[in-house]
Nanobody, 121 residues
């Protein structure tokens, strides 16, 4: 009932920048929290950045000071600005949204299909 449309990732040299976007659409819903996870080959999926409806943000330590998560509430869209990229940032990045669906109890978790970000040395 909720689709997450992610922008394409890309290939960037170390030290470069890239911006990812994720837009939530579908039937009537409200967003409780939204953010980005990533998964490198052979690694566990980890939270990169997350923002709640109240505006609270959380970043994994390895990206603090380099990545910035922002939102456009009117468009149900979040943006992940990634600066000073490192080869260690190479991963598939997944958008995630925790939403409340109108007419249904509780909250639900939705995921984007993932987009590849590759940082070369």
């Amino acid at each position: 009932q909720v689709q997450l449309v992610e922008s394409r990732g890309g290939l960037v040299q170390a030290g470069g920048s890239l911006r990812l976007s994720c837009a939530a659409s579908g039937s009537t819903f409200s967003i409780n929290a939204m953010g980005w996870y990533r998964q490198a080959p052979g690694k566990q999926r980890e939270l990169v950045a997350r923002i709640t409806s109240g505006g609270s943000t959380n970043y994994v330590d390895s990206v603090k000071g380099r990545f910035t998560l922002s939102r456009d509430n009117a468009k149900n869209t979040v943006y992940l600005q990634m600066n000073s990229l490192k080869p260690e940032d190479t991963a598939v990045y997944y958008c995630n949204a925790d939403v409340t669906l109108i007419g249904l109890p509780g909250s639900y978790d939705f995921w984007g299909q993932g987009t590849q970000v590759t940082v070369s040395s």
